[in-house]
């Protein structure tokens, strides 16, 4: 039915093809959200006193039922008062890691997309067209432009297969080459540069997860306050 909904009935709709993310409830205007928040509220309360008066209660649910009760208030009191970052050294490290990943970036293209000399072009000697002996190497700009993405699996298998490197398994819904770490650890035994690609990987999630992601949440004091999702429905 949902399917059904979202694809026929509502698929003109301004929101048909938003993400799950991209609508909220922010959407919605406060006079309508308000009631439909208070019967949600109310009907939640209702099962809760349901459950709490006809679960057949023994020592072990007791203690669980009063653990969990204390440890949300420790998180409530977590989330409230926060934990104070080092902006300073956070910011440092997130240099220093990018400058690694930058210098592991080059490493990679140099590797797999090795230096070529470029043909000028041709000549008109008498009226005949011959092709120029002149050539020269190409310039930086020339190059870049041919550097893979290392984000994208298709580029960066297609460029390790041209290398050398033995990739033989393949995604059985997509037929495309897998890289995942346990084939490319395996890989790297024999080919130096894919223990640059593991360890360009390793890197930038260290960066992305432990010092930008960090930065980014800091508060003007430079507290970091958690959240637990304690008040939210799964």
């Known amino acids: 039915i949902k399917k059904y909904l979202k694809e026929e009935y509502f698929k003109d709709h301004i929101y048909a093809k938003s993400a799950k993310d991209d609508i909220h409830y922010g959407f919605i205007p ?8 208070g ?9 809760f006193d349901y459950v709490m008066e006809n679960m057949e ?37 997130s240099l220093d890691y990018g400058a690694k990943i930058a210098k592991l970036h080059e490493i990679i293209q140099e590797t797999l997309v090795p230096y070529r000399v470029v043909h000028v072009g041709q000549v008109d000697i008498d009226g005949e067209i011959f092709e120029s002996c002149d050539f020269r190497v190409e310039t930086s ?14 580029q960066l298998s297609a460029s390790l297969v ?34 640059s690609i593991l360890e360009l990987r ?30 939210v429905s799964t």
């Open 57 to 93: 209660w023994n020592d072990k649910l007791r203690a669980l039922y009063a653990n969990e009760m204390e440890l949300s208030k420790v998180i409530m009191d977590a989330e409230i008062a926060g934990i104070r970052m080092d902006r300073e050294y956070l910011g440092k490290m």
């Open 141 to 154: 700009d020339e190059h870049q432009a041919r550097w893979i993405n290392l984000a994208s699996a298709d």
């Open 162 to 195: 041209a290398y050398g490197v033995d990739l033989t398994l393949r995604s059985k819904k997509t037929d495309k080459l897998l890289l995942d770490k346990k084939i490319l650890v395996k890989a790297a035994r024999k080919h130096k540069i894919v223990d």
């Open 202 to 231: 390793k890197i930038d999630k260290i960066k992305s997860t432990y010092f930008d992601s960090i930065l980014e949440k800091l508060q003007a004091d430079n507290i970091l306050h958690a959240s637990f999702n304690q008040n």
């Open 39 to 47: 019967v949600d509220t109310y009907l939640t309360e209702c099962v």
């Open 30 to 37: 406060i006079q309508l959200l308000a009631p439909y928040a």
